[in-house]
């Protein structure tokens, strides 16, 4: 069992539909990030938090660090927030675990 | 600013062959990272390192070795390619860490032995 799991696997939505894709860690962390691969694979760092919730633009993560628990929202979703987006988890002995990914599509 | 820069994009080697990848980044960050990614499976960290002349073992460090002579410079070796090594690998940087920071990555060499 992955230390670091995410739900769903795949997602496919509806332009406009508000997205969440959910990571539950089983270990102590002190950070988690969330970063979003491109279809043409390159990776991009969205998030980085410890505690609470952060903001950029449609996207929304929040983490619950007594439930070990961390969510991305997209509201207004749009077909290019297509991508793949992984969940890390660094744990306190500063190993970083990643989650395989949930696929999301948005169909225009 | 270039980023993370990574050479090659792609490769095809020979069993038993040898390679180094190169990773270049112009940020000036202390800490570099190199990861593979494997179809259906999360990214693994194989090295990574604090600063210059300063390196360590990730999860995956059989097969490959690594360098810091400069900052900019992270370059991965792989010794006596086998298929098992075939993936993605991604070179990242990030100013401090490890993984305390925000990292930034490379687009990536999609390396195939056969």
């Known amino acids: 069992k992955n230390e670091v799991e995410q739900s769903p696997q795949n997602l496919t939505a509806q332009e406009g539909e508000f997205i969440t894709i959910n990571c539950s860690y089983s270990?102590?962390?002190?950070?988690l990030h969330w970063l979003q691969q491109h279809p043409g694979g390159g990776i991009v760092s969205l998030f980085m938090l410890s505690s609470g919730k952060k903001k950029h633009g449609r996207l929304i993560a929040t983490i619950n660090i007594q439930e070990k628990h961390s969510s991305l929202h997209i509201t207004a979703s749009h077909p290019r927030d297509s991508a793949v987006y992984i969940c890390?988890?660094?744990?306190?002995?500063?190993?970083?675990?990643f989650g395989k990914g949930t696929r999301l599509h948005i169909l225009p | 600013n270039a980023g993370v820069t990574q050479t090659p994009k792609f490769r095809i080697l020979k069993i038993g062959q040898s390679m180094t990848l190169q990773c270049t980044q112009d940020m000036n960050h202390n800490y570099m990272y190199w990861y593979r990614q494997d179809p259906g499976m999360g990214l693994k960290l194989i090295y990574y390192s604090v600063g210059a002349g300063i390196t360590d073992k990730g999860e995956v460090p059989n097969g490959y070795n690594v360098s810091r002579s400069t900052t900019e410079d992270f370059p991965l070796r792989l010794e006596l390619a086998a298929p098992s090594q075939t993936s993605v690998y991604f070179c990242?940087?990030?100013?401090?860490?490890?993984?305390?920071?925000?990292?930034?990555f490379g687009p990536g060499t999609r390396l195939t032995v056969t």
């Open positions: 890390a988890a660094m744990n306190r002995d500063d190993k970083i675990i």
């Open positions: 270990v102590g962390i002190s950070a």
């Open positions: 990242a940087s990030s100013y401090s860490g490890p993984w305390g920071y925000e990292q930034y």
